[in-house]
């Protein structure tokens, strides 16, 4: 978030964003998707995790032009609004948004949420992103075989989403958004799909959620759109460990909640019934992130709220888990069967 806002130029003064409501079809549509489900959007999933996506097809939400969609650009307290009119307050600049599906432009991309799949404590999403010009394209093509570095020292294309519903007075910033990630998972000349997460962050229904985009300095917002109906299957595990006191697990997301801990790392090993055992991103594997698809970590967030000594971890699954076939977790060396 520093960096993101370092990235921002200097304003004196912005008049405060207009919200703006794009319907797209006369009637509201469900946010859970059944028979009436696009198969293209769901078709993502599939190819990200396999057979395993099942487990969460009813949950994983689609947007295109037949869908009604509550877009809006994002909204400012009065107080906001005054901060940003005296020049104390910098806001990036607004995509445009288009009239049809939940959809944003800016001068080099469109770019089209295809569909999105959210827990309590974590979002997965599908953007498609095309290139107007021949620079954007080039962009595209170059963003898969480039490492975290380069994608920093050249300012490359970054897409996030996070809560922007407010915080109230006991969370801070970072507590409630988690961290943002992207990464691509197919380019096709001057059209690409990625994926855009929030590992780690609290989310409800009625939430909004604001994606944003950075590409070579400039920052912009896209759109915000309620958080759809979260998955709801979880399991709760007490742990007997002098720090961590619950281990939260979802078929997307593993979650450990407890106080400042001083130890160096925290490791988590999953076990399944039918013998299959890894390791969550860590210290010990080096934080050795897995692909979609491969039983392991595809990102890890760690945030504390400092003030009441409350601590979270969050690791988000490259492999959808079935909790049913699910036989102990272990973390931090102890063991914990999860069925007999």
Same mark, same amino acid.
């Given at each position: 978030?520093?960096?993101?806002?370092?990235?921002?130029?200097?304003?004196?003064?912005?008049?405060?964003?207009?919200?703006?409501?794009?319907?797209?079809?006369?009637?509201?549509?469900?946010?859970?998707?059944?028979?009436?489900?696009?198969?293209?959007?769901?078709?993502?999933?599939?190819?990200?995790?396999?057979?395993?996506?099942?487990?969460?097809?009813?949950?994983?939400?689609?947007?295109?032009?037949?869908?009604?969609?509550?877009?809006?650009?994002?909204?400012?307290?009065?107080?906001?609004?005054?901060?940003?009119?005296?020049?104390?307050?910098?806001?990036?600049?607004?995509?445009?948004?288009?009239?049809?599906?939940?959809?944003?432009?800016?001068?080099?991309?469109?770019?089209?949420?295809?569909?999105?799949?959210?827990?309590?404590?974590?979002?997965?999403?599908?953007?498609?992103?095309?290139? %107007?010009?021949?620079?954007?394209?080039?962009?595209?093509?170059?963003?898969?075989?480039?490492?975290?570095?380069?994608?920093?020292?050249?300012?490359?294309? %970054?897409?996030?989403? %996070? =809560?922007?519903?407010?915080?109230?007075?006991?969370?801070?910033?970072?507590?409630?958004?988690?961290?943002?990630?992207?990464?691509?998972?197919?380019?096709?000349?001057?059209?690409?799909?990625?994926?855009?997460? =929030?590992?780690?962050?609290?989310?409800?229904?009625?939430?909004?959620?604001?994606?944003?985009?950075?590409?070579?300095?400039?920052?912009?917002?896209?759109?915000?759109?309620?958080?759809?109906?979260?998955?709801?299957?979880?399991?709760?595990?007490?742990?007997?460990?002098?720090?961590?006191?619950?281990?939260?697990?979802?078929?997307?997301?593993? %979650?450990?909640?407890?106080?400042?801990?001083?130890?160096?790392?925290?490791?988590?090993?999953?076990?399944?019934?039918?013998?299959?055992?890894?390791?969550?991103?860590?210290?010990? =594997?080096?934080?050795?992130?897995?692909?979609?698809?491969?039983?392991?970590?595809?990102?890890?967030?760690?945030?504390?709220?400092?003030?009441?000594?409350?601590?979270?971890? =969050?690791?988000?699954?490259?492999?959808?888990?079935?909790?049913?076939?699910?036989?102990?977790?272990?973390?931090?060396?102890?063991?914990?069967?999860?069925?007999?």
């Amino acid at each position: 978030m520093n960096k993101t806002m370092g990235k921002i130029r200097e304003t004196k003064q912005k008049p405060a964003r207009p919200v703006r409501t794009v319907l797209i079809a006369a009637a509201v549509a469900a946010l859970l998707c059944g028979s009436a489900f696009a198969a293209h959007s769901f078709g993502w999933f599939d190819r990200l995790f396999g057979e395993k996506a099942a487990l969460v097809e009813e949950h994983v939400t689609s947007y295109d032009e037949n869908t009604t969609t509550d877009i809006t650009q994002p909204a400012y307290t009065e107080e906001e609004q005054a901060m940003i009119a005296e020049g104390t307050m910098q806001v990036p600049d607004t995509a445009a948004l288009s009239d049809t599906g939940v959809s944003a432009t800016t001068e080099n991309f469109v770019f089209t949420l295809e569909s999105m799949l959210a827990s309590k404590d974590s979002v997965l999403a599908v953007m498609r992103i095309d290139a %107007r010009n021949e620079e954007a394209a080039a962009q595209l093509a170059a963003l898969p075989e480039a490492d975290g570095y380069q994608k920093e020292l050249e300012r490359m294309l %970054r897409i996030g989403v %996070r =809560n922007n519903t407010g915080f109230g007075t006991d969370h801070r910033l970072e507590w409630k958004n988690g961290s943002m990630g992207m990464d691509m998972i197919r380019v096709d000349g001057s059209t690409a799909y990625a994926v855009v997460t =929030n590992n780690g962050g609290e989310f409800e229904p009625g939430d909004r959620l604001l994606f944003d985009a950075s590409y070579h300095g400039q920052n912009a917002d896209l759109f915000e759109i309620p958080v759809p109906e979260q998955m709801e299957q979880e399991l709760v595990i007490e742990l007997d460990d002098p720090y961590w006191k619950t281990a939260t697990i979802t078929p997307i997301s593993f %979650r450990l909640d407890g106080t400042s801990s001083p130890q160096s790392s925290d490791s988590v090993t999953i076990t399944l019934k039918d013998g299959t055992s890894f390791d969550l991103a860590s210290v010990e =594997n080096g934080y050795a992130y897995s692909d979609y698809g491969t039983y392991g970590s595809m990102s890890h967030s760690g945030t504390g709220a400092y003030e009441s000594d409350h601590c979270k971890e =969050n690791w988000l699954f490259s492999q959808l888990i079935d909790l049913d076939e699910l036989a102990s977790i272990t973390v931090c060396g102890v063991t914990y069967p999860v069925s007999p």
